[in-house]
C-alpha cells in the first residue's frame, strides 16, 4: 500500500490526476472508509477516510482490472476481471485472492458483485453469463448457469430477502430471479422499451433497474407479481448508471456530462436534479454512508475520474 494523490481544496470532492487512476469502476464504503475501484490492469483500489484528507492505494497481484465491490460487515470483497475475488481487511489493506473458475474453461471475468448478509454473488461476463455463490468464510463457491444471458450480459445484482434479481444488459430488456436457497430461475421480460440494464437496487417492496437509455429510465418490479412499470427522466437525459435506495427516496447517477445526481420519489415518480461541479461527468457507481450520497465519475475520456459527495439531508424539498 503506497500513498497516492492528494485531494483538491473541496470538502466533499476530489479528483484522481494520475493516469492510473482513469478508469474508476466502483464505489464501496465499509470499515470507516470510502472505496474507489479503478479497473486497470493490475487492479488498483483507493481507500479514502470521509472527509478525503488520507488517501492511500492497494494494487493487487491480479492481471485483470478491478471491477465490483462488496463489504460484508467486516471486510471488503474486490471482483476482478481476471476470475478472482480477492478478501481485504480494511484497516491493514492485508488480503487474500480466491480463484472463481468457469466449469467450460472460459475466462472468468467478474463484472458484478454483492453481498446478501449470508453469502458472496458475482456476476460474470462469460458466454453464456452466469452467477456464482460464494461463502465468506473460505471462498468456496456453486456455478449457476444463466441461459438467458448472453456474452457480456450480466450487469447488475440486488437482493431480497427470498432472492437474487440479476439486470441482463439486453435487447429486449430482461431480468432473472434466483431463489437464494433453491437456485431455481426465473426470466421475466421487461420488454425493448426497457432494455440495457446498468444497474439494480430494492427498497424493501419493489426491485428497481436502471437502464442504458436515452431519456434515463427506471424500472420497478413488483416481486410477487411479477408486473413492471418504466418511468422516464427528461428527454435528453441518459443512461443510468448507479442506483441506490436511502430508506425514502432512490438516487440515480447519471452518465451525463456534467453528471447528475437525481433523487426520485419510488411512490409519486417525481424527482429532483441535482447537477455536479463542472469538472465532474459521467457517473460510474453510487454509495451511501453516513447520509452521505457517494459517486464516482469516469469524466470525459476517462481522466481524470473523481468521487463526489452529497449530504442528502441537506438536500431541500421542492
Known sequence: MRKACEPVAAMD?????????????????????????????????????????????????????????????????VAHSSGHLSRL?????????????????????LYCLTF?????????????????????TDGSYEEIML???????????????????????????????????????????????????TSATFDGRFVWLGLDTMPARVVRVDRATRTFRGFDLWPDSSCVRGLTFDGRFLWLGLYMEPGELVRFDPDSGEYQRHVMPARFSNVRDLALQDRTLWAVTQNVRYEPSGICGLRIDEVEDG
Open 147 to 197: 441461459p438467458e444471458a448472453p456474452n457480456h450480459a450480466v450487469r447488475a445484482l440486488t437482493t431480497t430477502p427470498d432472492a437474487l434479481w440479476v439486470g441482463l444488459y439486453t435487447v429486449p430488456g430482461r431480468v432473472v430471479r434466483i431463489d437464494r436457497r433453491s437456485l431455481e430461475q426465473e426470466t421475466i421480460d421487461l420488454g425493448e422499451e426497457n432494455m440495457l440494464c
Open 89 to 109: 481487511d480494511p484497516a491493514t489493506g492485508d488480503y487474500e485472492t480466491f480463484s472463481i473458475a468457469a466449469s467450460d474453461g472460459q475466462r472468468n471475468f
Open 13 to 77: 470532492a476530489l479528483t484522481f490526476p494520475e493516469p492510473e487512476h482513469s478508469n474508476v469502476h466502483a464505489v464501496e464504503t465499509g470499515g470507516g472508509y470510502l472505496w474507489a475501484g479503478i479497473c486497470r490492469g493490475p487492479s488498483l483500489l483507493v481507500r479514502l477516510s470521509p472527509d478525503l484528507q488520507t488517501i492511500d492505494e492497494i494494487e493487487f497481484d491480479c492481471e485483470g482490472g478491478l471491477h465490483d465491490l462488496a463489504f460484508d460487515g467486516s471486510d471488503l470483497w
Open 116 to 136: 446478501d448478509g449470508e453469502n458472496l454473488w458475482t456476476g460474470t461476463y462469460t458466454d453464456p453469463g452466469r452467477i456464482f455463490r460464494v461463502a465468506p
